[in-house]
């Protein structure tokens, strides 16, 4: 299981359905919602730190 799951939503930032933010929490799982590109950037970063981190990106 990961850390964090990093959604990049295109090129602006979107919001994830709030039932499913709240979700994540109850599992231990942090949840972001980000434009994909700063998603990528944010990915690499926690990869570099050793963080159990999967991403859900849209171009």
Not at 18 to 34: D, H, V, Y
């Amino acid at each position: 299981m990961p850390e964090v799951i990093i959604a990049g939503t295109g090129v602006k930032q979107e919001f994830i359905h709030p039932k499913i933010i709240a979700e994540a929490p109850s599992r231990g799982i942090g949840l972001e919602c980000m434009s994909t590109a700063s998603a990528c950037r944010t990915l690499v970063l926690l990869q570099g730190e050793g963080r159990s981190v999967w991403a859900w990106l849209w171009p």
